[in-house]
């Protein structure tokens, strides 16, 4: 299985950014895939999670600018955002819950995928 992020570059402060992860491979079930971020030298934090249901949840330090969506007959979660300050500006990683049989799931993540800010 392999996750692939996109839509990670270059922003203005205040701008706006659409990324993107798919999901490939063997896959029977994907179930909650989640958003994570991580500055240099810093832990990976958790940005948002989405069930295969639809239920979302975000961590707070986002206040209310980013917004998680997946469409699942794409395998595919997506995280807008939106009002884009400096500190937004790191590497973002997918990761995702994923069945390969009925009885056997297991956690994986993406390479990441970066944003940066222009001056």
């Known amino acids: 299985v392999q996750l692939v992020e996109s839509g990670g570059g270059l922003v203005q402060a205040g701008g706006s950014l659409t990324l993107s992860c798919v999901a490939s491979?063997?896959?029977?079930?994907?179930?909650?895939m989640r958003w994570y971020r991580q500055a240099p030298g810093k832990q990976r934090d958790l940005v948002a999670s989405?069930?295969?249901?639809?239920?979302?949840d975000y961590a707070d330090f986002m206040k209310g600018r980013f917004t998680i969506s997946r469409d699942n007959a794409k395998n595919t979660v997506y995280l807008q955002l939106n009002s884009l300050q400096p500190e937004d500006t790191v590497d973002y990683y997918c990761?995702?819950?994923?069945?390969?049989?009925?009885?056997?799931?297991?956690?994986?993540w993406g390479p990441g995928t970066q944003i940066t800010m222009s001056s």
């Open positions: 990761n995702a819950e994923i069945q390969h049989s009925p009885t056997y799931e297991h956690d994986h």
């Open positions: 491979g063997n896959i029977y079930k994907v179930n909650t």
């Open positions: 989405i069930t295969s249901g639809g239920t979302s």
